[in-house]
């Protein structure tokens, strides 16, 4: 497994490649069953300032909350009462918090954007 390094200016988190599979470059994180709140579905996601790619979008918990997996991503955002925190994945039980509180951003609906910390915006398409 290979490791991406960002800088603390915005972009603090390290995010994880999850390997090879199938037709793809990369393999999604398993996410437990009680944890979905919707399928796994293939959208157009960013992570900070990497640049737009196809990722894995599996809805969690029916508050908004999701996970991201994709080339050098692995993340997920859990919401609370309208904030967003972030989430490095390494497994299915292994999640290390970010850092910095996310909101939606008023421009672009798709996107979240750190209020501190974190790399931003993470956006899901």
Same mark, same amino acid.
């Given at each position: 497994?290979?490791?991406? #390094? ?7 988190? %390290?995010?994880? !490649?999850?390997?090879?599979? %199938? =037709?793809? &470059? ?6 437990? =069953?009680?944890?979905?709140? /919707?399928? +796994? ?21 029916? @508050?908004?909350? *999701?996970?991201?997996? /994709? ?10 009462? /309208?904030?967003? %925190?972030? *989430?490095?994945? *390494? ?11 996310? +909101?939606?951003?008023?421009? @672009?609906?798709?996107?979240?954007? &750190?209020?501190?910390?974190?790399? %931003?915006? #993470?956006? !899901?398409?």
């Amino acid at each position: 497994m290979k490791r991406l #390094v960002l800088t603390a200016a915005g972009l603090a988190a %390290s995010l994880l !490649a999850t390997g090879a599979a %199938s =037709a793809q &470059s990369w393999t999604p994180v398993p996410v437990a =069953a009680d944890e979905r709140s /919707g399928k +796994t579905r293939q959208i157009r996601c960013s992570v900070g300032e990497r640049p737009e790619t196809t990722c894995a979008f599996t809805p969690l918990f029916g @508050d908004g909350s *999701f996970q991201l997996d /994709g080339p050098d991503i692995a993340v997920r955002m859990i919401i609370i009462d /309208g904030e967003g %925190s972030l *989430f490095e994945v *390494f497994g299915p039980d292994r999640r290390v918090p970010v850092g910095g509180i996310y +909101t939606r951003n008023p421009r @672009d609906r798709a996107c979240w954007i &750190s209020t501190a910390g974190g790399p %931003s915006p #993470v956006c !899901a398409r």
